[in-house]
T-cell receptor, first 110, second 116 residues
Framework: QKEVEQDPGPLSVPEGAIVSLNCTYSNSAFQYFMWYRQYSRKGPELLMYTYSSGNKEDGRFTAQVDKSSKYISLFIRDSQPSDSATYLC??????????FGTGTRLLVSP | GAVVSQHPSWVICKSGTSVKIECRSL??????MFWYRQFPKQSLMLMAT?????????EQGVEKDKFLINHASLTLSTLTVTSAHPEDSSFYIC????????????FGPGTRLTVL
């Protein structure tokens, strides 16, 4: 079983839609969860991270962790064409060593 | 903001040759640098962790004699792929950490290696 699993998509939505991206993880000891955005042939860019369970909001982005079900979510409100990218969830396994999901490719059409 | 660069951005080489990839933190000193590999439509996989002046720590399954890592200064780490083969063709990404906080790890733009 992979440590972090993520649907690769692609996920296509119209501009203005609410996007829900999800991951599951296997190890209940994981505490820190990150969401990265990666444009084609570029390095990942950190969007936000959360610790343990709960929600964290930053502008149009909300990250949510449900430790009871080992489920991680990223919601994007009022999606824009510029949000089109691959979104990677990740967890810190210790000492900043990150384990990534495969990434979900998001396409926001005008 | 913190910037990490990689050089070259892409490289094509013949099978059996060695290739060196540089990772630099441009505006901060990196206590730790990480090297990842990403195959098409797959996740980033951590290859190794390096601290300045110390030997790199390799993840299970990564051949340390094939992927040589040197972290000579707080702003520069290099990855050398020795005797490259077509199966080594991949996207290599480094990251540099400015501290221990979870939002202080910054990724480079990646290097695409193609081995013919």
């Amino acid at each position: 079983q992979k440590e972090v699993e993520q649907d690769p998509g692609p996920l296509s939505v119209p501009e203005g839609a609410i996007v829900s991206l999800n991951c599951t993880y296997s190890n209940s000891a994981f505490q820190y969860f990150m969401w990265y955005r990666q444009y084609s042939r570029k390095g990942p860019e950190l969007l936000m991270y959360t610790y343990s369970s709960g929600n964290k909001e930053d502008g149009r982005f909300t990250a949510q962790v449900d430790k009871s079900s080992k489920y991680i979510s990223l919601f994007i409100r009022d999606s824009q064409p510029s949000d089109s990218a691959t979104y990677l969830c990740a967890t810190d396994t210790g000492f900043q060593k990150l384990v990534f999901g495969t990434g979900t490719r998001l396409l926001v059409s005008p | 903001g913190a910037v990490v660069s990689q050089h070259p951005s892409w490289v094509i080489c013949k099978s059996g040759t060695s290739v060196k990839i540089e990772c630099r933190s441009l505006d901060f000193q990196a206590t730790t640098m990480f090297w990842y590999r990403q195959f098409p439509k797959q996740s980033l996989m951590l290859m190794a962790t390096s601290n300045e002046g110390s030997k790199a720590t390799y993840e299970q399954g990564v051949e340390k004699d094939k992927f040589l890592i040197n972290h000579a200064s707080l702003t520069l780490s290099t990855l050398t792929v020795t005797s490259a083969h077509p199966e080594d063709s991949s996207f290599y990404i480094c990251s540099a950490s400015q501290g221990l906080a979870k939002d202080t790890q910054y990724f480079g733009p990646g290097t695409r290696l193609t081995v013919l």
